[in-house]
């Protein structure tokens, strides 16, 4: 199976951008069309996972946060989802969802020094 965006989860890939959240609309504003400098995809498939936002040339995933994250099962989910990444030597940064909706400005800065980085 390839490790990048995998025929078999292209479906729920686009089932995901049909049904994005008010968060990933507000943020793929932001971002879409190198807006900050760097070409970002959404919902793109690495491996087992589907990351909401990501950057190849930098390695670097977005991915936003609802409450449900806050769940010790999705917690321990999240963690094996990040160390999995990090094998690939891909950097992740999250945001929640409010955060998103609530401070944009905030959250893109935070993006932009990731890019940087």
């Not at 879409?32 to 936002?53: C, E, M, T």
């Not at 670097?60 to 990090?86: F, P, S």
């Not at 909706?101 to 940087?116: F, G, R, W």
Request: aromatic share 10%.
């Amino acid at each position: 199976m390839s490790k990048i965006n995998s025929p078999i989860f292209k479906e729920r890939r686009r089932e995901l951008r049909k049904n994005q959240t008010e968060a990933e609309r507000i943020l793929w504003a932001q971002v879409r069309n190198a807006k900050l400098g760097q070409h970002f995809w959404r919902q793109y498939s690495v491996g087992p996972y589907i990351l909401d936002f990501y950057a190849p040339a930098l390695k670097l995933a977005i991915e936003l946060d609802g409450k449900h994250h806050g769940d010790q099962d999705a917690k321990i989910y999240d963690k094996e989802r990040e160390m999995y990444l990090q094998g690939l030597e891909i950097r992740t940064i999250r945001f929640w969802n409010e955060e998103v909706v609530l401070n944009i400005t905030s959250v893109v800065e935070k993006i932009k020094q990731a890019c940087l980085s």
